[in-house]
């Protein structure tokens, strides 16, 4: 069982930058693919951002199209977290963003986890 906490949302102007973190329990954190999503008022969820177990030294990542370039995701498993570090925010990154966790490989498919946050609000402001 994995639990999942969300933090470092809030209000940025638009062109401005936040840090998400997401906090996990369990003592097999490194064995977990981490994945962030989005979900915008009157939108399905979207994929972020994801990124694989690793081992401890090489980590592969995936983006969607709309953040490549302005957002990094990374871990650190010896601190149980993984971080969305989201720069040169707009206006359209406005929505409630989760972190999930999967045991196995990465994926942009949010069906593919099984453990969720409860999403912590990002509102950027034009």
């Known amino acids: 069982q994995v639990q999942l906490v969300e933090s470092g949302g809030g209000l940025v102007q638009a062109g401005g930058s936040l840090r998400l973190s997401c906090a996990a329990s369990?003592?097999?954190?490194?064995?977990?693919?981490m994945g962030w999503f989005r979900q915008a008022p009157g939108k399905e969820r979207e994929f972020v951002a994801a990124?694989?177990?690793?081992?401890?030294?090489?980590?592969?990542?995936d983006y969607a199209d709309s953040v490549k370039g302005r957002f990094a995701v990374s871990r650190d498993n010896a601190k149980n977290t993984v971080y969305l570090q989201m720069n040169s925010l707009k206006p359209e990154d406005t929505a409630v963003y989760f972190c999930?966790?999967?045991?196995?490989?990465?994926?942009?498919?949010?069906?593919?986890?099984?453990?969720w946050g409860q999403g912590t609000q990002v509102t950027v402001s034009s």
């Open positions: 999930a966790a999967r045991y196995g490989r990465k994926s942009s498919m949010d069906g593919d986890y099984n453990y």
């Open positions: 369990g003592r097999t954190f490194g064995s977990y693919a």
């Open positions: 990124i694989n177990w690793g081992d401890g030294y090489m980590y592969y990542t």
